[in-house]
């Protein structure tokens, strides 16, 4: 089974750009369609972006489609997450997730799920 690892959060100011990193292992990383969630404190764990195992499909949340830009290379069993234009409202913790389903947006979809990256967002 795969394994996943988030890096790449920290502390930006609103308007800033942020890249984050999910780095795999443990599996055939191109067999898994792998998927972007945020939480925020009191808050259920929200759908960002998906992403299909060859790269050429994603689907993102009406929230973020025109900030958020999903991608992976196979090559290096990585998935990237380019967040620009950052608001506080986008201020939770961040995860990289992955599924042997086609692209879908529950949570619940995806099996195996990294610890998470904290992003915050100051004003």
């Known amino acids: 089974q795969v394994q996943v690892v988030e890096s790449g959060g920290g502390l930006v100011q609103a308007g800033d750009s942020l890249r984050l990193s999910c780095a795999a292992s443990g599996g055939t990383f191109s067999s898994y369609v792998m998927g972007w969630f945020r939480q925020a404190p009191g808050k259920e764990r929200e759908f960002l972006c998906a992403?299909?195992?060859?790269?050429?499909?994603?689907t993102y949340a009406d929230s973020v489609k025109d900030r958020f830009t999903i991608s992976r290379d196979n090559a290096k069993n990585t998935v990237l997450l380019q967040m620009s234009s950052l608001e506080p409202e986008d201020t939770a913790v961040y995860y990289c997730?992955?599924?042997?389903?086609?692209?879908?947006?529950?949570?619940?979809?995806?099996?195996?799920w990294g610890q998470g990256t904290q992003v915050t967002v100051s004003s």
């Open positions: 997730a992955a599924t042997l389903s086609i692209l879908r947006r529950r949570p619940s979809d995806y099996m195996y």
């Open positions: 992403i299909n195992r060859s790269g050429g499909t994603t």
